[in-house]
């Protein structure tokens, strides 16, 4: 038996079609790291691996090269000469010591014409390649697709983390000062404390957004003017070394149905989002109203607003509004403990230019 009548492409021919075959293939050798052909090169006929590996790369990038297929004997390489008769796409190196049978194109078409089993052998061929092709293109885009995801997930928390990571680390400084009073040192170990409760938060968060089911809050009635009072004091010793003014309104005398622990992410998010915006400095004004049975926040910029070609997808996942830093996730994750509470979020230009934030939770009696 002849090499080539081991080749299971051309194990269904006759024996006047396998001697003509024979006839007209050149045997070729290549040593190691040879160019059997590269990107651009004539299309001009197909290779049948006998001996070694042949490894089948192309160009991603002008400096980033990738390996396509590694073909071993008994297959074959570059078939995509016999249908276009275009320029080679990829390039074909010896892995090894590599031995081939190479089948010019003219010669492989006049058998082929001759032979309707090699036709639909080859047309077999060709189309479990593009299927194995197809699935391996689909498996490549979901793990590259994945990876964005993780790696803009991992960013978001690293930004959103900066913040009460760096309050702990000056306050645990003032601690560690012995110059520092006894006074100076409680109101540290309280600010990290807090911090660190705000952490464990902000992680209790992204896992239940991850899991996209509505949260099983504990929802109690709260008094909304001393809750509010509360979290601004300690945003505006967070925004103490920002060059940046927070002015906050009157709050109405109503009670709300919330959770305290998981409402004051929605406050962080929405004002440091805003501080995000005026890294040259500005102004936030947090306003409060009731209407239709709920009390509503409002959190305003004085920065450039939202872009119009992301208005309606700021509260998506990942979407951003013109920060510098972050992804948008503390955006989506705002909208899911705003709607786990029954309540709306939106978002809108002002008619000064800025982005407004508004919020609506319901009211108890």
């Known amino acids: 038996m002849s090499e080539l009548e081991k080749i299971g492409l051309f194990s269904g021919l006759l024996a006047e079609e396998m001697q003509s075959l024979e006839q007209t293939a050149e045997i070729r050798a290549y040593e190691p790291r040879d160019v059997i052909f590269q990107e651009g090169d004539p299309g001009d006929g197909i290779y049948v691996v006998v001996e070694g590996v042949v490894q089948v790369s192309t160009l991603v990038s002008e400096t980033e090269r990738r390996v396509l297929t590694r073909v071993e004997p ?20 010896a892995d090894s010591g590599v031995k081939v049978y190479f089948l010019h194109r003219d010669d492989l078409l006049k058998i082929l014409e001759h ?4 036709s639909v052998s080859l047309l077999r061929e060709f189309s479990l390649r593009l299927r194995d092709f197809n699935r391996k293109y689909v498996e490549e885009s979901l793990q590259a697709e994945r990876l964005t995801l993780v790696g803009r997930f991992a960013r978001s928390i690293v930004h959103d983390f900066k913040n009460p990571l760096n ?11 012995e110059s520092s009073s006894a006074e100076l040192r409680q109101s540290a170990q309280q600010r990290i404390g807090k911090q660190v409760a705000r952490l464990s938060n902000m992680i209790n968060e992204l896992l239940e957004f991850t899991r996209g089911s509505q949260s099983s809050s504990v929802l109690a ?3 909304y003017a001393g ?17 940046v003014e927070l002015e906050v309104g009157d709050v109405p005398d109503v009670s709300t149905l919330i959770d305290q622990r998981r409402v004051v992410h929605v406050f962080y998010n929405l004002i440091n989002n805003a501080v995000d915006v005026l890294n040259e400095g500005g102004k936030i004004t947090v306003r409060f109203l009731v209407e239709d049975g709920f009390v509503v926040t409002e959190v ?20 951003t509004h013109g920060k510098a830093q972050g992804t948008g996730l503390g955006l989506a994750i705002c909208k899911k403990i705003v709607e786990d509470h029954k309540g709306f979020i939106d978002a809108r230009n002002s008619e000064a230019g800025g982005a407004i934030f508004s919020f609506r939770l319901p009211i108890c009696s």
């Open 74 to 93: 008994g297959d074959f390489f570059g078939e995509m000469a016999i249908l276009d008769d275009r320029p080679r796409s990829a390039t074909a190196q």
């Open 115 to 118: 032979s309707p089993k090699l």
């Open 167 to 177: 309050i702990i680390g000056l306050a645990a400084e003032i601690a560690g000062m």
């Open 221 to 223: 009635p709260v008094k």
């Open 227 to 243: 809750y509010v009072d509360s979290v601004i004091e300690d945003l505006r010793s967070d925004l103490a070394d920002k060059d």
């Open 300 to 319: 305003e910029d004085s920065g450039h607003g939202i872009a119009p070609e992301i208005m309606n997808k700021v509260f998506e996942a990942f979407a």
